[in-house]
């Protein structure tokens, strides 16, 4: 019952995509449209501004969440594993991070892609996301409690860290990695702010977030076309999340089997 509400909002979007200008702004409530508006989805892939900011946002969002996820594991386990002095003055610094708002960093963030010339590039939107605080956190609390009988027995076999992290301790990390990957995915796709700022005129940095955006101007208000492009966008979001869950059940069961 509760996967039902939450799917009213989906239903509704699909619907409206798919309503007349005159069913949208009706005040009667119709169940389905009477005459679906499938002509939006030819009309839409026609303008190629959509497939660069698809394109944009899929390249954006793969690269940043698994670098992210990539470069958060590693710092994770080397605050627990390595020995280091630095370790826990690292580990100190990552939560004052997690409580510094992430609204003061823009203007910073900003400065320095600016400064390096990224403006309008796929690297202006990528490289200030990479470190996330939250998720070096999340793997550091999750590798306190990982098994070192694991880790003694690569050790004996001649493993060293990086080779007993990449060979023994991510593949064990699989089914967490997969839920922050799901949250990165979303949070990047969705990402609205920043690609705004730093997209500025090149089709380069354009993604569909700030393409949904030119649907709704001062003089104009093309809801179906804005709910069109918003849920043809959905799909790649739905097939990420979709591959992830698979994938951490899939691998789930082959260890019960």
């Excluded at 605080?133 to 409690?145: D, G, K, P, T």
Aim: proline content about 6%; hydrophobic content about 55%.
């Amino acid at each position: 019952m509760l996967a039902l509400i939450f799917l009213i909002p989906f239903y509704a979007m699909v619907k409206t995509a798919l309503s007349t200008n005159e069913e949208i702004y009706s005040q009667d409530f119709v169940f389905w449209p009477s005459d679906p508006q499938w002509r939006r989805i030819p009309e839409l892939f026609a303008d190629p501004r959509y497939l660069d900011a698809l394109m944009n946002s899929a390249i954006m969002a793969v690269v940043s969440t698994s670098l992210s996820i990539l470069i958060a594991s590693l710092a994770g386990y080397a605050l627990v594993r390595i020995p280091n002095r630095a370790a826990k003055p690292m580990f100190t610094l990552v939560i004052v991070v997690l409580l510094v708002p992430a609204t003061t960093a823009f203007v910073p963030n900003f400065i320095i892609v600016a400064s390096l010339g990224w403006i309008g590039t796929p690297q202006g939107l990528i490289v200030p996301g990479l470190f996330s605080a939250f998720n070096v956190f999340l793997f550091r609390q999750f590798y306190v409690n990982f098994p070192r009988e694991i880790e003694e027995a690569a050790y004996i076999d001649g493993a060293g860290f990086f080779r007993t992290f990449f060979r023994v301790v991510f593949p064990n990390t699989l089914p967490f990695a997969s839920a922050l990957t799901v949250l990165g995915l979303i949070g990047s796709w969705n990402a609205f702010l920043w690609p705004l700022v730093v997209a500025g005129d090149g089709q380069n940095a354009m993604t569909v977030q700030i393409y949904l955006s030119s649907f709704l101007t001062a003089q104009t208000f093309d809801y179906g076309g804005l709910f069109m492009a918003a849920t043809v966008s959905l799909i790649p979001v739905l097939c990420w999340c979709s591959s992830c869950s698979s994938a951490t059940w899939w691998r789930a069961s082959r260890r019960r089997a």
